[in-house]
């Protein structure tokens, strides 16, 4: 069983920026394909960034440039650096990870942009 508690969420400025960080209770090596999802108000739950095969990374269109996800294996940790920000990035940002075949989630963390 793999626990994930996300944090780093608020309230941030058009153009601003915010890290999120997704502490996991075991080693983040151990879980396979670890990343970010998000879901805004009345929308589905949508992809932002993750970790796939042998380290690679992958992005939504529409934070491609903005968003960088990173890991910190001695922390159990996972990052999503947010740059740029814009009122259509405002959601709850989920960690995600999956282990022995199960998927796992975060609690969420609201995160929202306006002025």
């Known amino acids: 069983q793999v626990q994930l508690v996300e944090s780093g969420g608020g309230l941030v400025q058009p153009g601003g920026s915010l890290r999120l960080s997704c502490a996991a209770s075991?080693?983040?090596?151990?879980?396979?394909?670890m990343g970010w999802y998000r879901q805004a108000l009345g929308k589905q739950r949508e992809l932002v960034a993750r970790?796939?095969?042998?380290?690679?990374?992958q992005y939504a269109d529409s934070v491609e440039g903005r968003f960088i996800i990173s890991r910190n294996n001695a922390e159990n940790t996972v990052y999503l650096e947010m740059n740029s920000l814009r009122p259509e990035d405002t959601a709850v940002y989920y960690c995600?990870?999956?282990?022995?075949?199960?998927?796992?989630w975060g609690q969420g963390t609201q995160v929202t942009v306006s002025s």
């Open positions: 995600n990870g999956d282990y022995n075949g199960l998927t796992y």
């Open positions: 075991r080693p983040i090596a151990s879980i396979d394909v």
């Open positions: 970790f796939i095969n042998r380290g690679r990374t």
